[in-house]
């Protein structure tokens, strides 16, 4: 009867340690990594633990499954002997499925179930025991880890133990998508996030001001008219140009222009506007955002010009374009509005065709593509694959794209209708987004 009761207890014992290699297998796994480190920086001992123990995964990987293994087995051998004592040679049967039944039920799902439900809580009270129990096994762990990796290599598997930037990026992507919700604020952080991480692959072609939209002065100009045109423009920085606009000799600051004026009695005869401006920076139109952003820091600059690979004129580029690609428009009492796209009652859009399609996306949730071009107009032209002309439509990625109107080779305004599906929120933004492919 002793023997029993103590084969009892060993048993019970057992089924609890099956319990915690299971729970800290999966409380290790699926705890938050972000509060670990948070936690860790703060200077909690825990914490510390179980970063250090995610660090050495395969490890504990091994500890675990060692211990789990030994222990399981040890259920099967003690429920074999209990049985055999009431049931004889039979009894090794019904300890088999008994004890298939404990450890699947006491020792592996509800374990599981807890800790994946409390897997923060209970990776930092499982954690400190699981640390002992790596260091002392860890030369049986080390060889195991030898002749697993030996094997792999011999089929020809590659080990890597530590992620490359490109999976720690899609790491970071998909951990953003999964805390994305319904609410707003989390929403457009998201987006925010988002942006900054698609910096890098981004040209500030797909930003700038187009040279047609650029205010520029002619130096050539009378003093007079050249100030009139700093006056008379809402922005604080203007390109100088000689002879033709691709010849740009300088970039001319609001605030110098008004210091001269006030130096020279507020009378613009003698003035030298030319002189007052700075000289210009010029950059690549494939510089990455992320490139450009570092490179308006180091410099201390705001404001570059924007030339292709033969030196003409493609536009500007301003640090705030660059922030406004991150976190939004930012509008001043300076800014000039220009409303580029009307929503229409039947759910179709009617816009400009220098509209972005990264703005597009951005403002509406589509997900145009936008590798091949940059803007609407820019996409219909590379997607048709020719001119096209007023009244003519076209349907891509599920999308239904009408040319409104075109003037000479452009294509200045464009209905799009988005396809079918698409809930038109109250501030004007598309609920679905479209999916990709293309539809004919």
């Known amino acids: ?207 700038m001001v187009h040279r047609r939209n650029m205010t520029m002065i002619d130096g050539d100009q009378p003093t007079e008219d050249m100030v009139a045109v700093a006056m008379q423009s809402p922005h604080t920085r203007l390109p100088i140009y000689r002879g033709q606009p691709d010849n740009i000799i300088g970039v001319l600051h609001a605030k110098a222009l008004l210091r001269a004026v006030q130096a020279n009695h507020w009378k613009l005869e003698g003035l030298d506007v030319v002189g007052l401006a700075s000289p210009p920076w010029f950059i690549p139109d494939q510089t990455n955002l992320l490139a450009q952003l570092e490179a308006f820091r180091s410099r201390r600059e705001h404001f570059a010009i924007v030339v292709d690979e033969y030196g003409a004129l493609m536009g500007i580029v301003t640090l705030e374009d660059i922030l406004e690609e991150i976190v939004g428009d930012i509008a001043d009492e300076h800014d000039v509005k220009v409303e580029g796209v009307g929503l229409h009652p039947d759910g179709s859009f009617e816009m400009d065709g220098t509209v972005t399609i990264r703005d597009l996306n951005r403002e509406f949730g589509w997900r145009l593509p936008d590798e091949e071009a940059s803007t609407v107009a820019g996409l219909v032209l590379h997607e048709a694959q020719q001119i096209p002309s007023a009244g003519q439509v076209f349907a891509f990625f599920g999308f239904r794209f009408q040319i409104l109107e075109r003037h000479r080779n452009q294509l200045t305004r464009i209905k799009v209708t988005p396809p079918a599906g698409h809930t038109i929120l109250p501030n004007g933004a598309s609920k679905a987004g479209a999916k990709g492919g293309r539809a004919t």
């Open 1 to 207: 009867m002793d023997s029993i009761l103590l084969n009892l207890g060993a048993l019970i014992i057992l089924v609890m340690g099956s319990a915690f290699f299971s729970s800290s297998e999966t409380a290790l796994t699926a705890a938050s990594k972000a509060r670990m480190l948070t936690l860790a920086n703060q200077g909690f001992k825990r914490a510390i633990v179980v970063n250090t123990l995610r660090s050495r995964m395969e490890q504990v990987i091994g500890t675990i499954l060692l211990g789990n293994a030994c222990v399981n087995s040890f259920i099967a051998i003690l429920s074999a002997q209990i049985f055999a004592l009431y049931f004889g040679d039979i009894g090794a049967v019904y300890a088999g499925v008994a004890a298939t039944v404990v450890i699947f039920v006491l020792g592996e799902v509800l374990p599981k179930t807890f800790a994946i439900n409390h897997a923060d809580r209970s990776a930092l009270t499982l954690g400190p025991l699981v640390l002992v129990l790596v260091r002392a096994i860890s030369p049986i762990t080390h060889v195991t880890q030898l002749i697993c990796s030996g094997l792999l290599r011999l089929f020809g598997v590659k080990v890597v133990n530590e992620p490359g930037a490109e999976e720690r990026i899609e790491e970071l992507r998909g951990a953003i998508a999964l805390h994305a919700g319904a609410d707003e604020e989390i929403r457009e952080a998201g987006q925010m996030l988002h942006s900054i991480l698609d910096l890098e692959d981004v040209p500030v072609s797909d930003i």
